[in-house]
């Protein structure tokens, strides 16, 4: 049974730093991983998707990494804003989607 | 990019009742997934819908308490019954996308509170 850790759980940082937000996953066998962000009481909005065979994907200040060997994925953000504040989700699919339980980011100004 | 609506967006139950919350695509797809985020923790998936079977669904629910009906490629509905105070939660419609292989799209989400 695949199983995803997200850590740290939350995360306060001031505005301009550069962050990285940590997923881990127990079986590699994955068509790809996907990064969310979830804003307070909303539904979820698609970040960065890496498929398999890929190692990283990039969005303007975020970027995403995968080492599947490792059952690892990390989620930079550059010089943070108080509107990044949010839960960050990441989501590992072999089928179905894994959810790891989220890390709560609060950026301030 | 798939977009997704959801009705209604909130409720307020009495415990014992049911309630049918509706998914609606703007494009034909053919999987789309229920889930269920309870209060603090993180996604668990309930059932996926394809259309024209029956739905799927994951350890620990059931059609009885979960029914889903799939009528066409762009629409879903579920239904939570018999409704408890556990059952409090936001409920999210999700679809993978056409484009990117897998890419999951979610619906607003509707939270739903049993009193």
């Known amino acids: 049974k695949q199983e995803v850790t997200q850590i740290p759980a939350a995360l306060s940082v001031p505005e301009g730093e550069n962050l990285v937000l940590n997923c881990s996953f127990t079986?590699?066998?994955?068509?790809?991983l996907q990064w969310f962000r979830q804003d307070p009481g909303k539904g979820l909005t698609s970040l960065l998707l890496?498929?398999?065979?890929?190692r990283e994907q990039t969005s303007g200040r975020l970027n995403a990494s995968l080492d599947k060997s490792s059952g690892r994925s990390t989620l930079y953000i550059a010089a943070s804003q108080p509107g990044d504040s949010a839960t960050y989700l990441c989501?590992?699919?072999?089928?179905?989607?894994?959810f790891g339980d989220g890390t709560t980011l609060t950026v301030k100004p | 990019s798939a977009v997704i609506s959801q009705k209604p967006s909130r409720d307020i139950c009495q415990r014992g009742t049911s309630l049918t919350i509706q998914c609606q695509v703007d494009?034909?797809?053919?999987?789309m997934f229920w889930y269920r985020q309870q209060p603090g923790q993180s996604l668990t998936l309930i059932a996926t819908?394809?259309?024209?079977?029956?739905?799927?669904?994951e350890s620990g629910f059931v059609i009885d308490k979960f029914p889903i009906s799939r009528p066409n490629l762009t629409f879903s509905t579920l239904t939570v019954s018999n409704m408890s105070p556990e059952d409090s939660s936001i409920y999210l419609c999700?679809?993978?996308?056409?484009?990117?292989?897998?890419?999951?799209?979610f619906g607003p989400g509707t939270r739903l509170t049993v009193t």
């Open positions: 999700s679809v993978e996308g056409q484009g990117k292989a897998y890419e999951q799209y």
């Open positions: 079986d590699s066998a994955i068509y790809n």
């Open positions: 890496i498929q398999s065979s890929q």
């Open positions: 989501a590992v699919n072999a089928g179905k989607s894994t």
């Open positions: 494009s034909q797809v053919t999987m």
């Open positions: 819908a394809n259309q024209g079977s029956e739905a799927t669904y």
